[in-house]
């Protein structure tokens, strides 16, 4: 099988095409790949053909096949995209009149069981490669014509995956997708979410390059919390909080915790308060989720008037929002990416 280039640092192209060529050939494909967002070799005009042949000969470009896409009534587009192996991942556009943002995932399915999410209900398959996840940036910014400069670009990985449990992966794409000589997003443009694996979290604090952090937050109690999202049974809520505490932010940075409000299970007034309490000494904003629904979820979406009381009541002490959904009629939604099929 054909050497997949897309996925490659410079130095692994460098090596990929060997010594016999000069080393800014590797830079004149990474840019190429990256920066111009190449989609095939003809598209390199700065390579001799000679050369863009031999490279077609023993590589491919390694961008996924769109297998089908699904588009809204609310301009969001959601790609069912195939990988070499035949599986699938979806890969959401949300494009909107000041930003476009697209939502790529980081492995297919998601071994994290969160009771209120679709995607748990798939399990995890695999993880994706550094390759397979620029390739979904790649792809759909190429396919809707969205240049990286211009500020108007947001990437998330908050589709199909638990982000740092693929975490060596991640920070290879996030380092190709933030190099200014590579794809070229700004620091503040890239977010990984995570369900909050605290070691982890520790490691990419390390990084020198990152996106920056989004927790799922989702509960206010370790009780509720662990019923949620079992994975918690083993990265506890105060743990939680002391990795938040001690996490290197940059002088731009905060914190983003995400909050799935479900009706009747942890939207109260008192939830809310306490989220307040738990958050109080930390550099961060709340984003509000109100729960999209969906087939075999067993929980139901609060009423807006029970979202906009929790809301005052966090946004008395840290910055808070609500998330408006987009997509829910092509389940393109934040915890709807399920269908691993192009049914």
Known sequence: MPQPLVGMELSDLREALGPERPGYRAKQIYEALYRGQASDFVQISTLPAAMRADLA???????????????????????????????????????????????????????????????????????????????????????????????????????????????????????????????????????????????????????????????????????????????????HLKDLMEVCRRYPLRPWEKLTFEYVLLKGVNDSDADARRVVRLLAHLNCNVNLIALNPGPEIPYETPAAERVASFQQIVRRAVPCFVRKPRGLDIYAACGQLKRASGN
């Open 57 to 235: 000969a023993h590589h491919s470009v390694g961008l996924p096949e769109i297998a089908r896409v699904y588009q809204s009534t609310d301009g969001t587009r959601r790609y069912l995209l195939q990988l070499d192996d035949g599986k699938t991942v979806e890969t959401v556009l949300m494009p909107e009149s000041e930003r476009d943002t697209i939502c790529i995932s980081s492995q297919v399915g998601c071994p994290v069981d969160c009771k209120f999410c679709m995607t748990a209900l798939l399990g995890l398959e695999r993880s994706l490669t550094a390759g397979e996840i620029v390739g979904q940036v790649l792809l759909v910014a190429r396919e809707n014509q969205l240049r990286q400069d211009g500020g108007r670009l947001n990437v998330v990985m908050m589709g199909q995956g638990e982000p740092l449990l693929n975490l060596e992966n991640v920070t290879k794409a996030a380092r190709i997708l933030l190099d200014p000589e590579g794809f070229g997003l700004s620091p503040r443009r890239l977010t990984v979410s995570t369900a909050g694996i605290v070691p982890k979290i520790d490691e990419l604090g390390r990084e020198p390059v990152r996106p920056k952090l989004a927790i799922s937050l989702n509960a206010s109690t370790e009780e509720s919390r662990q019923e949620l999202m079992p994975i918690t049974r083993k990265y």
